[in-house]
């Protein structure tokens, strides 16, 4: 696989504070790679900078080897919070994109409806927003991302609001669609085994000022499911990842 992303001696800081201490890191293209680390860590501050919302003090962002500093519109980006515009159904939700940036085409449309009817949707594409459940609202906030031509989803603790249940569902999901959809992922998580069920690899970073304190890479075999929670090289991983957040000091 070739690099998409690179990142070199990236630093940024606030205020006298440094967010994210100077940070390395490449990201493969096809790939799933995961960020765990304590609030404040700068997690979302590194997202900022790639998606070109902040700034790096020093150091280079490049995209297929071209520079994207304080460049946007290169990446798809996901929060926590889904932000579906209340009044519009599923359907104008998920062409939101279009509709703040050029005049709808019928394209659009038309890729929206396979787009729900592929994921389980369908049925609700005339629905609004407040007729949805949490799953299914994280659903079409994600749609609205995958409909942007860009290789790169930067998603943001997308699940963090869901329920267990839900939320294990939702990983499945995103499994099937990353698999179709042959994007490039780079996803921020609190939680551990989410992480190690999504991804091929998983970044960890240390208190701010953060930095990238291990880069693992994932054992597990795909296609994965639920019994791989159980296994004993999730669990080995799993020991070795809450060590670093919780038993060592990086001082």
């Known amino acids: 696989m070739s690099t998409l992303l690179s990142l070199t ?60 500093i304080g460049s946007t519109g290169h990446v798809g980006y996901m ?12 359907r104008d939700n998920i062409m939101m994109v279009a509709h703040l940036t050029r005049r709808v085409r019928i394209e659009d449309r038309d890729q929206a409806e396979v ?46 609001a869901l329920d267990a249940q839900t939320r294990l569902d939702m990983q499945r999901w995103l499994l099937e669609v990353w698999k179709e959809s042959g994007r490039t992922v780079l996803f921020i998580t609190h939680d551990v085994d989410e992480s190690i069920f999504l991804s091929d690899r998983v970044i960890v970073m240390s208190p701010r000022p953060g930095r990238i304190v291990a880069d693992f890479t994932n054992p597990l075999p795909r296609p994965r499911n639920f019994d791989s929670l159980t296994t004993m090289e999730f669990v080995a991983l799993k020991a070795q990842i809450m060590k670093l957040l919780y038993g060592e000091s990086h001082e």
């Open 9 to 68: 001696g990236v630093s940024k800081t606030f205020a006298d504070k440094v967010a994210v201490a100077p940070t390395d890191l490449t990201i493969e293209e096809g790939s799933f790679v995961s960020i765990v680390g304590p609030s404040g860590c700068g997690k979302s501050t590194l997202f900022n900078l790639v998606a070109g919302l902040l700034a790096p003090d020093a150091g280079s962002i490049a995209l297929n080897g071209e520079s994207i």
């Open 79 to 90: 929060l926590q919070k889904d932000l579906l515009v209340p009044w519009r159904t599923v």
């Open 115 to 160: 787009l729900a009817n592929r994921y389980g949707l369908g049925e609700f594409l005339d629905h609004y927003p407040q007729a949805l459940s949490g799953g299914m609202r994280q659903r079409v906030a994600f749609m609205r991302t995958l409909v942007t031509p860009h290789p790169l989803l930067l998603l943001d603790e997308p699940f963090g």
